[in-house]
């Protein structure tokens, strides 16, 4: 991904400013994500407790974020096409996480007695 | 340089630069821009359906543990490679269309468009497979063949269960007037009355290593979210397809080349997301531990 080979593969009429990538690079993210695929379906083999979501977790973020450097190319945009997605995510982990921490205020089981109509 | 073109091409008659546009590059970049916005939007779409799954998993995670059983690991990790492959061959007829080459461009978009079809093959069957076994949303899950679903898998977490799953019991119905008779399309969910630990499981009831011990209570809070999530993706997916089959009109007839490939670019980062979204989909339906 060089200078070099951008100008290389430079066609006449393609505007400034637009990243061609090169067939190497878009096979290796490809193995990238398929090893990662098998990865993950491997890590359903091991008891990690809790551990097990957030490994999932990690590496689904570790193959979105491939993708969108790679094949969509944000590596070589302008800097607001990141920014916007990125901000869209953002504002998804407040909405995910002010909920979970909402949901996980309160008891799983009412407090016998505590509420009227409940069985002491 | 593209000032140049712009004074060359006697503004107005340059057929790729609209009116009010300055140059190529402010075109593309608008082009761009505007297609990462909508992109925000089907993120934020998508967040809501996350936010529910979070709530009802870290609610409820014995029903989660329990009901994907009943999923394919091995038709979810099969429609995963398949959507990973058709996104790199999106990417290179991105490439193709940047580089002119339109022999490969019809090539690769119809390999994509194969894939998208290959996807909701697979996703037919699985689809198929929960409607035969009542392994549905709501009230139109049905515990009774879903155990006889169990008694036929190999893995089956319904094996040694009670025979009893999900169910609402029967003498529930005439504590709580107000409520329809059993067997009527009433919702499976034990009213306040009743339960009045709303919805929560007791948790002697949660059972997070031997699945087949305890069947948990409103297993088709799974389903139902399994459905509406996978359904909006598959909407996408047929969604994404109609774009890419209309891209490969325009590149049968020529139209894209170095000038002229945003609309193929955009059309790529639709299907990306498509396939990004999926990737999260996959571990967190398919693969729970």
Known sequence: ???????ESHPAGLPAGVHVMPVKALVAVWAALV?????????????LGSGNLWLAMAIATVKASLVALYFMHLRYDRPINGIVLITALLFVALFVGIALTDTEAYNPEIIPGYAPGMPE | ???QENRAGN????PYLAHHFETHEQQFESGKLGMWLFLATEVLLFGGLFCAYAVYRSNHPEIFIYAHQFLDKQLGGLNTLVLIFSSLTMAWAVRAAQLGERRKLITLLSITLACGFIFLGVKAVEYEHKWK?????????QSQTHDAHGAQGAQSPAGEASPQPAAPAPDIAPASPGVAAPGS???LLPSAAEEPRGLAVPSE???THGF???????????FSVYFVMTGLHGLHVIAGMVVIGIMLVGAIRGRFGPRFFLPVDNAGLYWHLVDLIWIYLFPLLYLIH
């Open chain 1, 1 to 7: 991904m060089s200078k070099h080979q951008d100008r």
């Open chain 2, 1 to 3: 340089m593209t000032t």
């Open chain 2, 11 to 14: 503004h107005g008659h340059d």
């Open chain 2, 133 to 141: 076994h009542g392994l549905l949303w709501g009230k139109y899950y």
């Open chain 2, 185 to 187: 399309e009433r919702s």
């Open chain 2, 205 to 207: 009831k949660i059972d």
């Open chain 2, 212 to 222: 087949g011990t305890v069947v948990p209570k409103n297993v088709q809070i799974f």
């Open chain 1, 35 to 47: 090893v990662l695929t098998v990865v993950t379906v491997g890590a359903t083999w091991f008891d």
